[in-house]
């Protein structure tokens, strides 16, 4: 007999060509198949008389087949016509290209049909119902009940999903092994697990569906956990070569000699790191904070006092600009310092035995001895591959980590999936720097927002004009893209000095358009979002945003930053195409909140973090059935998770190594 785990070609009907289809909904195994959870429900519940059927209303009927017939019409296609009857009337039902319908109707004297009567024709008419025969002698799947939906592909529908999860949790339901014991059950409030299976496929009501969710999803929340938990663990347990000696002297003079006072929150960070620094095993921290908070200050702060202890600091950001402007930022804030400093891209090297050396993934080629990296920074981790972060960090021996981020996690985010790192947070920014006026801006504004432009740059300002394209594209004609935008803007500006900046330019040529606008050789500078991470140019204080509709929240929080490097009024406007008011809605809140978690927070409820942070990449997973709105949930799981894993239970082992999650791992590196 086969296995849950085994694949899905064990089971009857499931032929290669069938498996393929599965495969593209993430289905290989009989155990991702009961996994594979509705994404809504239908209710047809509501048993009717064909005289008290309401256009529109789900419904379904018990009738007999009085006439069933197929037509070709003159265009080409088939109809099928079943008339259906009970002691209240008749009513009509239609199959569109479906002729295969009418023999497999006429196999049957009775029907249980199911769907939403619609006027069709003049009259009440079901449309590609539902229906199932001789149902006193079935178990209704299709039709009469809360009837659940799946995310489907070509060749492979619902209908058939049912009949499959149905099959499976009947032939494998001895093999549905419970993780929590019935005391933790009672103490969870959760029901057992095979009863959650049944009841989120095929459940009785919607106290049902409740239930199962709440059971899954816990379960789902504790595996993760656990996840999160082993790879702390694991880190925790590989030594440091070398434990770093922290001198109270050394941050001492670091506040003196900066030409600048730290935030609170910059403070605090550095102690953290510091207490890091002098353990035996390695950091693992993430430093996350709004645009323009002071992350680099606080990571080259840490360098110094790897520095003090005769380590080098490896530093990579993910762009050339972005390596070259914090070897400038750092260079002049810790001039008095005694740091060395080092660049080392692919165009440009400069004083490559520093002690902190700034530089692209160029560093990844770098040969020095392991023994002298005692520090590893990761500047916008999500941007590299998992391989690339793995080949810097192997530059040392289990050197410290530190990862920067502009896009702040969300707590609930943190708490399911990083709680192998340390967090560090940036909540305030330094002194004269504060975010922009945002605003949506109506397209019967847009000459006003040009006019707005052309005065502030007519006063010695500057601007950003952002588009999501290079070229023109293919899949979306309508939206705006950089090279076309940069050709119209000289018109409505014909009397400014514009720029160009995009990805397909070489390096020396973005380098010389950035340092051109930056010298306020350009009025405005019309770029793609290469502009997004840490680009500083306190000149500009307008960024305009076309198609803001496609990008995150988070993102556009990123863009705006680029205007809030100076005590000037700054100003964020934004325009799209879009009249979908969802779309607007969240774009609103551009307008409305001005802390990156708070938008963070929004674009989970909006997109999820597979879409905001990039889901290979960045290792954060969609849930499949948990939600990050739970709160309560995340805290119940945690508080189990780190329980198993303090009594050293064999259970926490086994739930890593057979959950149906493990996969998910795999995948996105993380085991």
């Known amino acids: 007999m086969a296995s849950l785990t085994d694949s899905v070609t064990q089971l009857p009907g499931v032929g290669s060509r069938t498996a393929t289809l599965l495969k593209k909904l993430g289905i290989e195994t009989i155990i991702d198949l009961i996994y594979y959870f509705p994404h809504h429900y239908e209710d047809f519940s509501s048993v009717k008389k064909i005289s008290e059927l309401i256009p529109e209303a789900p419904s379904s009927i018990e009738v007999a087949i009085w006439q069933v017939n197929t037509i070709k019409t003159h265009s080409g296609k088939f109809l099928t016509l079943a008339t259906l009857a009970d002691s209240s009337g008749t009513i009509q039902a239609t199959w569109f290209n479906q002729p295969f319908q009418e023999q497999t109707l006429k196999r049957f004297n009775n029907l249980l049909v199911s769907g939403k009567p619609t006027l069709y024709q003049g009259r009440l008419t079901f449309i590609n119902p539902s229906y199932e025969g001789d149902y006193q002698k079935l178990d209704h799947l299709h039709t009469a009940r809360l009837v659940p939906v799946y995310p489907q592909t070509a060749g492979l529908n619902s209908k058939w999903l049912r009949n499959k999860i149905m099959f499976v949790l009947k032939q494998f339901e001895t093999e549905f092994n419970d993780d929590l014991t019935a005391n933790l059950r009672e103490e969870l409030s959760v029901i057992p697990l095979k009863q959650a299976l049944q009841q989120i496929h095929f459940p009785e009501g919607f106290k049902e569906v409740n239930e199962a969710r709440g059971r899954l999803a816990f379960d789902e929340l504790l595996f993760w956990q656990l996840a999160s938990l082993n790879r702390k663990a694991k880190a925790e347990g590989s030594k440091l070569s070398v434990k770093l000696k922290i001198e109270a002297s050394h941050l001492k003079n670091l506040r003196l000699e900066l030409p600048f006072t730290l935030t609170q929150s910059q403070e605090i960070a550095i102690g953290e790191i510091a207490q890091d620094l002098a353990k035996t095993s390695p950091m693992n921290r993430l430093l996350q904070g709004d645009v323009g908070s002071g992350k680099t200050i606080v990571a ?23 390596a070259y402007q914090h070897y400038e930022t750092v260079s002049k804030f810790f001039a008095k310092l005694p740091l060395s400093i080092g660049l080392q891209t692919r165009t440009r090297r400069i004083n490559p035995d520093a002690q902190l050396l700034i530089g692209t993934h160029a560093l990844l080629n770098l040969n020095v001895p392991k023994d002298q990296v005692g520090l590893i920074v990761i500047d916008e981790q999500h941007r590299f591959g998992v391989e690339q972060r793995q080949q810097l960090r192997e530059k040392g021996q289990n050197p410290h980590l530190l990862t920067l981020s502009a896009t702040p996690i969300p707590r609930s985010l943190a ?36 006019k707005f432009i052309e005065g502030h740059v007519r006063a010695g300002e500057q601007s950003f004009v952002i588009c999501p394209f290079i070229e023109p594209s293919e899949t979306a004609e309508a939206v705006k893209s950089a090279k076309q935008e940069f050709e119209i803007l000289k018109k409505v500006f014909p009397k400014l000095k514009l720029g160009l900046l995009h990805g397909k330019l070489k390096s020396g040529e973005k380098e010389l358009t950035l340092t051109n606008f930056r010298n306020q050789g350009f009025d405005i500078l019309v770029a793609t979002p290469i502009v997004e991470v840490g680009i500083d140019v306190p000149g500009a204080t307008i960024i305009l945003i076309e198609a803001a ?6 993102s556009l929080h990123q863009l705006r930053g680029r205007v809030a490097r100076s005590a000037k009024a700054n100003f964020c406007l934004l325009f799209t195409e879009s009249e979908d008011p969802k779309a607007i809605e969240r774009l609103k809140n551009m307008e409305r909140l001005k802390n990156g978690f708070e938008l963070a927070e929004a674009d989970l409820k909006y997109r999820g973090p597979g879409q905001v942070f990039g889901t290979l990449q960045h290792g954060i997973p969609d849930l499949k059935i948990a939600s990050f709105s739970d709160s309560h949930l995340i805290a119940k799981a945690r508080l189990v998770a780190a329980r198993l894993v303090s009594n050293n239970s064999l259970k926490a082992r086994t739930i890593l190594t057979t959950s149906p999650y493990k996969q998910r791992l795999s995948v996105l590196h993380l085991d």
């Open 300 to 322: 080259t702060a840490a360098a110094f006092l790897c520095a003090a202890n005769g380590l080098k600091t490896l530093f990579m950001a993910p762009t050339e600009i972005l």
């Open 549 to 554: 509709e496609r990008f995150g929240l988070a």
């Open 415 to 450: 708490l399911v999936f990083f709680g192998e790192l340390d967090i560090s947070t940036l909540v305030e920014l330094p002194s004269g720097r504060h975010l922009p006026k945002t605003y949506l801006v109506p397209r019967t504004k847009r000459r006003q927002a040009y």
